[in-house]
């Protein structure tokens, strides 16, 4: 391939570059402090210890946090594909009244500002009476689980919708000429074809409740999630302890994505 | 001897739009149906609602005497090859093939050889394994064409099969389809807009118009007696003359001449024809000779017309050479000559001839 090399093209390859950086360098910073062999940061670094990876484990109140964030994006995906999906379905194939509006109007508690959804959601629970420790300790409590669940659905509705609309509904018609009943055809034509979305939609929600913090702050009860107990240690400085957590969750969102991209990349190949 | 599919006063309305206007229909067993239209003539919308994709508004479906309006698809005798092939992306050839001898819970034992034998009929034995994407368009045909015939059906419906095809390739299946349709047995359903592939395939034309059929017989028939104006013009390639009945001699109409209306015989009429309304008279490019205008009239036969013509244009397509010509009042008639027939030159007059029973009357 012939390259250029006049300044404007050398001038944004700079601005990439530098964007890049900008956005990637820290998330170096960080991994590199937890190999950082002392509790005090200060250059130059001495590398190559994963002794802060050894305290994590020990830290009980560090585990219980990052087990009910687990806990609690788990129960999020299940909410939000169990509501989701189906709404995806009815958005695609029936005509209500509102619908348009409906569409729109879905995308909202992704869109507001998370301080609000969160004011919004307390009020709500605290309304119906329902304790923010409700449900602990089986899980973080059944407000912060349905907050999480509720403002997420968006995504897997909006994810899902969009794959349904490019699906080609002569396959349905197919499948139902070749003697499968609507059940059948469910599942053994529809959704095969957009099980890439589901999952991948699945995923982004999975990660999106692992990094949430407005909405959390706002419904949490006893138990801390991941994200929250960082914030409470940053608090008392960065420490190498909080850079080892930062970067085991950069690893695990990091896995998501390259699982996500991979599911886009299996349909893409596939139609 | 009872029709396999019987169509009775069956109408389709989406809205306020009538896709199908009581057309009734009996399709024999065995026999190759076209379906033949433009697009929204209601051929599409025909075969959807025998298949069991869309209800009807009004009106019967009998298949092998059944009435099955009411049932849905996969409850119906009936198999459809699609026209984009709707082939499921994520099985195989050979699940595809399968599927619907699976979904019928035929024995397992019985599934491979008989999806082996369907994949053989079409000549894709070798690829099984393959997955759709990899397949090229008219291997995906094939693949569509055995997922169906697979199950044995008793009628197939197909709808434009061969649209997303090039034009050497869907000659070539057009033959093969007719061959494994009479070594098969089973009634064709076929829906195309494609007058010439009606007429090679068909054992009867149903040539639809605005949710109507306008003419239903055999392709000869269609050709030969076109019953209207649109028929004339939609099957094959025609001359449409402007022609004022005779109200004393039936058999007679006048065509513009340069020094006023001329008589022309006619053998065919179509109904609805009468004095008083606008008809033509179709003649195929292939029923007309061109001679000089000076040449003497055709001896011998008495039937015979003549009419005074302009050549325009000389067209040289290989087997034929075509003449456009023009009539006294500007009407373009075209005429198919031998390249080795004297030469005309364009803009000399000549005589337009053809015995009277070429010519159709028709109405619009």
Known sequence: MPRRSDPLTAGLWISAGAVFAFIYAPLAI?????????????????????????????????????????????????????????????????????????????????????????????????????????????????????????ALTSVIMTQVYARLQRFDRALEEASGDLYANEWQTFWRVTLPSIRPAVLGAALLVFTLSLDEIAVTFFLIGRQNTLPLQLWGLLRRGITPEVNAAATVIFAVSLLTIVLWSRMIRDEKGRE | MTPIVELRGLTKRFGAFTALDGISLAVAAGEFLTVL?????????????????????????????????????????????????????????????????????????????????????????????????????????????????????????????????????????????????????????YVTHDQEEALTMSDRVALM????????????????????????????ETNLLPAVAND???????????????????????????????????????????????????????????????????????SVVKLHLALADGTTIVALRSPSDPPFASGSSVQLRWPASQGVLVAD
Not at chain 1, 60 to 71: P, R
């Open chain 1, 30 to 150: 960080v991994i590199l402090y937890s190999l950082h062999d002392s509790s005090i940061i200060a250059w130059p670094l001495k590398l190559g210890t994963l002794r802060w990876y050894g305290v994590l484990v020990h830290d009980t109140s560090m585990l219980a946090a990052g087990w009910a964030s687990v806990k609690l994006a788990v129960l999020a995906v299940i909410i939000a594909l169990a509501v989701g999906v189906p709404g995806a379905f009815v958005l695609d194939r029936y005509d209500f009244p509102g619908k348009g509006a409906f569409r729109r109007l879905v995308m909202l508690p992704l869109i507001l500002p998370g301080i609000i959804t969160g004011v919004a959601l307390l009020s709500f629970f605290s309304f119906v009476g329902l304790s923010l420790s409700s449900g602990f300790p089986l899980v973080p409590g059944w407000p912060v689980v349905l907050g999480h669940g509720a």
């Open chain 2, 37 to 189: 239209g433009a697009s929204g003539s209601g051929k599409t919308t025909t075969l959807r609602l025998i298949a069991g994709f869309d209800l009807a508004t009004e009106g019967r479906i009998l298949i092998e005497g059944a009435d099955v309006a009411a049932l849905p698809p996969f409850k119906r005798p009936v198999n459809t090859v699609f026209q984009q092939y709707a082939l499921f992306p994520h099985m195989s050839v050979r699940d595809n093939v399968g599927y619907g001898l699976r979904m019928q819970r035929v024995p397992h034992r019985e599934i491979g050889p008989r999806v082996t034998e369907a994949l053989e009929m079409v000549q894709l034995g070798p690829f099984a394994e393959r997955a759709p994407r990899q397949l090229s368009g008219g291997q995906q045909q094939r693949v569509a064409l055995a997922r169906a015939i697979v199950n044995r059906p008793r009628v197939l419906l197909l709808d434009e099969p061969l649209g997303a095809l090039d034009l050497k390739l869907r000659r070539a299946m057009q033959l093969e389809l007719k061959d494994l349709q009479s070594k098969l047995g089973i009634t064709f359903i």
């Open chain 2, 209 to 236: 118009r605005g949710g109507r059929i306008e003419q239903l017989g055999a392709p000869r028939d269609l050709y030969d007696r076109p019953r209207s104006r649109y028929v004339a013009d939609f099957i094959g």
């Open chain 2, 248 to 318: 004393r001699d039936p058999g007679m109409v006048t065509v513009a001449g340069p020094a006023g209306p001329i008589p022309v015989r006619v053998e065919v009429r179509a109904d609805g024809v009468r004095a008083g309304i606008p008809l033509w008279l179709s003649v195929r490019p292939e029923s007309l000779s061109v001679v000089a205008a000076a040449a003497p009239a055709a001896s011998g036969d008495g039937a015979g017309n003549s009419l005074p013509a302009t050549v325009r244009e000389i067209v040289y397509a290989g």
